[in-house]
């Protein structure tokens, strides 16, 4: 980019890259097609998920399901989440998808006893 000579100061202006005018705070809105596409496939998510679950018929299988589209339980105060496998970071409780923990341990058994950390 070309800086034009400023007339008001007879001084050079500063030239105005991309990268300035983002940290300006100048961010675009989301459009209405970004947000549908996101929400489906928030939906399909959490639809692949709760098939997971439907599917299970052990904690080893479900856990197994949940690895093969890069999820994995994990115990956190007492709630059940459904994490991404590679962040750690927390998608959805067990129970937002309809599955109480409760009802998961009468049907596949007892939680496995969680390490102590070191």
Do not use: N, Y
């Not at 947000?35 to 904690?59: N, V």
């Not at 115990?75 to 998808?97: E, K, M, T, Y």
Request: aromatic content about 6%; some cysteine; overall charge positive.
């Amino acid at each position: 980019m070309i800086a034009l000579e400023d007339f008001a100061t007879t001084a050079t202006a500063a030239p105005r890259t991309p990268q300035a005018v983002w940290s300006a705070g100048i961010t675009r809105q989301a459009t209405p097609r970004a947000q549908a596409a996101k929400a489906a496939k928030t939906t399909t998510r959490r639809t692949q998920l709760a098939g997971r679950f439907r599917a299970a018929s052990d904690w080893f299988s479900l856990c197994q399901g949940l690895r093969c589209i890069g999820a994995c339980l994990k115990l956190h105060q007492g709630v059940l989440w459904v994490c991404d496998a590679l962040s750690g970071r927390p998608l959805i409780s067990s129970a937002g998808l309809g599955f109480d923990r409760d009802d998961l341990e009468l049907r596949f058994g007892p939680l496995q006893p969680q390490r102590q950390a070191a």
